[in-house]
């Protein structure tokens, strides 16, 4: 299915074209709310979009995992891992765009 990947200069260049401010303006706006995502991501805090979904922290605790090539068990450390959740909203876009492709 792969589509394109998205990447900072486009959501730049998206808010360029939408909002109106200058590129570098608009530059700063993204690299401004990802950072804040990103801090509160950090400090093990949740970050709800309305209608996008959830970024969410999890713990991980030790588990012992296994080698497939060799089959030794490994030890994996306990770790913190980010998870999203999208909104029933955005899943019914994303459903509803699969249905009129067809």
């Given at each position: 299915?792969?589509?394109?990947?998205?990447?900072?200069?486009?959501?730049?260049?998206?808010?360029?074209?939408?909002?109106?401010?200058?590129?570098?303006?608009?530059?700063?706006?993204?690299?401004?709310?990802?950072?804040?995502?990103?801090?509160?991501?950090?400090?093990?805090e949740s970050?709800?979009?309305?209608?996008?979904g959830s970024?969410?922290?999890?713990?991980?605790?030790?588990?012992?995992?296994?080698?497939?090539?060799?089959?030794?068990?490994?030890?994996?450390?306990?770790?913190?891992?980010?998870?999203?959740?999208?909104?029933?909203?955005?899943?019914?876009?994303?459903?509803?765009?699969?249905?009129?492709?067809?």
């Amino acid at each position: 299915m792969g589509g394109k990947t998205v990447t900072r200069a486009d959501l730049c260049e998206a808010v360029y074209q939408k909002v109106g401010l200058s590129r570098t303006e608009s530059a700063d706006l993204v690299e401004m709310v990802l950072d804040e995502i990103s801090d509160c991501l950090v400090r093990g805090e949740s970050v709800k979009l309305s209608s996008f979904g959830s970024f969410l922290v999890r713990q991980k605790g030790e588990r012992i995992g296994r080698n497939p090539k060799t089959g030794e068990e490994v030890p994996i450390s306990p770790r913190r891992v980010m998870v999203f959740k999208p909104s029933n909203v955005l899943k019914q876009k994303i459903n509803q765009a699969l249905a009129e492709a067809e």
